[in-house]
């Protein structure tokens, strides 16, 4: 962190870790899908604007493959301004090893971790603050996760077969950011690692040391570019969002 020094001017507590470590798979784009471009920028600048506008925010550290570091940096942050310092981290081989690399590159005054998915361009600074507030005003939580609730049926299926279906009412779909106090988020990856525990997301890692968090409503608008049909929603999202302007 050599040159940080005296950077962090804004309120320190809080450190944005963006995950943009993946190979995208399921996009099935060669060179992934982190800079892939909506709206004349890549996906990945659309996520560091929005922490960036956040006034908590005092470093971004940006996940993203070890060997692509230099090509990250320049097409997806140095051709834009930011007013907070981003260092970047070499992910690993699933998100939750990225995640984790991520946290190594944050400071211990830093009380707060926001994480947040680089394939999900559309978030608003709005809800980044939103959420980190919510986790602030409550000092008996350990974090909080922006959500919404289910909107199609669920089914339990075996083999082909529906064999039931849960009362749609309790659940919700997880996405990010999630914010976590800093200490628990440690423990909870530490505690992970020593037992070989896998999440599909952070908030999971804290929920089996027993933390409690909380949910943040969010809407379903702010998708992960994850299959190629997911492009065109965003291409329309963000026309949409411009000709609102
Ligand atoms: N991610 C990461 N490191 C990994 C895997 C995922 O930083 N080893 C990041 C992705 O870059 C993405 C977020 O975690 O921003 C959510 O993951 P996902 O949408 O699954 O992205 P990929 O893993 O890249 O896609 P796929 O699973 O289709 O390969
Ligand atoms: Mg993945």
């Known amino acids: 962190l050599a040159g940080l020094e005296g950077k962090v001017d804004k309120n320190p507590k809080t450190a944005a870790i963006i995950l943009a470590g993946g190979t995208g798979e399921r996009f099935g784009k060669e060179g992934g899908k982190q800079l892939v471009e909506i709206g004349g920028k890549p996906i990945l600048t659309w996520s560091v604007e929005a922490f960036d506008a956040v006034g908590d925010i005092g470093l971004i550290v940006i996940v993203c493959p070890a060997e692509r570091q230099g090509e990250y940096l320049s097409k997806a942050v140095d051709p834009f301004s930011f007013a907070t310092p981003i260092v970047v981290a070499a992910a690993g081989s699933t998100r939750q090893e990225s995640a984790f690399s991520g946290l190594e590159l944050v400071p211990e005054e830093f009380e707060y971790v926001v994480m947040h998915d680089g394939a999900r361009p559309l978030i ?13 005003g409550n000092i008996d939580a350990d974090g909080a996760v922006v959500a919404h609730p289910a909107i199609d049926t669920l089914k339990v299926v075996e083999n082909g077969v529906i064999v039931g279906t849960p009362d ?30 896998v999440g599909t997301d952070d908030s999971s890692l804290i929920e089996r040391l027993g933390g409690r968090v909380l949910v943040v409503e969010g809407k379903r608008d702010n998708i992960k570019l994850t299959v190629p049909e997911d492009y065109l929603m965003l291409v329309a999202a963000v026309r949409e969002r411009y000709l609102k302007q």
């Open 168 to 197: 749609r009412s309790v659940f919700w779909n997880a996405q990010t950011p999630q914010v976590f106090r800093a200490g628990i988020y440690r423990r909870a990856h530490a505690s992970a690692l020593s037992d070989g525990f």
């Open 124 to 136: 608003s600074a709005d809800l980044i603050a939103h959420t980190i507030a919510t986790l602030k």
